[in-house]
């Protein structure tokens, strides 16, 4: 199977700060990446398909980048609805399987 | 407005069964794959089943494989998940997800989900 790992898993950060998540697969697996937000008792979101690809009514502040094996979400200008926890997922085959989250919280 | 409930869920002792169902409106369900997720209680995702349109493919990840059964009824827009033999760390809130880009169970697509239902797996 593939294994995902995303870093840092916690971060605090203010509004308006600039915030890069990394995620890492165990191989390659092209630019077959998605990003989730999942806010506290909620259902996740997807944000990003494609590695890179802004899913419908995703504000441009979030940007998807990457492929093999290495990928990045950032998040331009943190807003205050932005503090949530963010999932990195392999499409490239099943099992599929996610990284361990990566927590925002409010500095 | 594509919607996605579940239900089913509940306390039950290990060994024992439970059905999930998940009721689809708002597209048009015989042309999508679906998925069941779970997030145990504090932690992370983990994909669990996932189903083609015709019910022609469908894959489980290890951990539920030869214990859990996914099936799905397109004439009444419902998605179901069989549960036997259930361990105490099946306990999570199970979604049910909807392959975004169409009827292959292979694309992994996630969206949207449904607000999960949960099982917990007690004596």
């Known amino acids: 199977d593939i294994q995902m790992t995303q870093s840092p898993s916690y971060l605090s950060a203010s509004v308006g700060d600039r915030v890069t998540i990394t995620c890492r697969a165990t191989?390659?697996?092209?630019?077959?990446l998605i990003w989730y937000q999942q806010k506290p008792g909620k259902a996740p979101k997807l944000l990003i398909s494609?590695?890179?690809t802004l899913h419908s009514g995703v504000p441009s502040r979030f940007r998807g980048s990457g492929s093999g094996t290495d990928f990045t979400l950032t998040i331009s200008s943190l807003q205050p609805e932005d503090f949530a926890t963010y999932y990195c997922?392999?499409?490239?085959?099943?099992?599929?399987?996610f990284g361990p989250g990566t927590k925002v919280d409010i500095k | 407005e594509v919607q996605l409930v579940e239900s089913g869920g509940g306390l039950v002792q290990p060994g024992r069964s439970l059905r999930l169902s998940c009721a689809a409106s708002?597209?048009?369900?015989?042309?999508?794959?679906m998925h069941w997720v779970r997030q145990a209680p504090g932690k992370g995702l983990e994909w669990v089943s996932g189903i083609n349109w015709n019910s022609g493919a469908i894959v489980y990840a290890d951990s539920v494989k030869g214990r859990f059964t996914i099936s799905r009824d397109n004439a009444k827009n419902s998605l179901y998940l069989e549960m036997n033999s259930l361990r105490a760390e099946d306990t999570a809130l199970y979604f049910c997800?909807?392959?975004?880009?169409?009827?292959?169970?292979?694309?992994?697509?996630?969206?949207?989900w449904g607000q999960g239902t949960l099982v917990t797996v007690s004596s």
């Open positions: 708002g597209f048009t369900f015989g042309d999508y794959a």
């Open positions: 191989q390659r697996i092209s630019t077959s």
């Open positions: 997800t909807r392959d975004l880009r169409g009827s292959s169970v292979r694309t992994g697509w996630f969206d949207p």
């Open positions: 997922q392999q499409s490239y085959t099943t099992p599929f399987t």
């Open positions: 494609g590695a890179s």
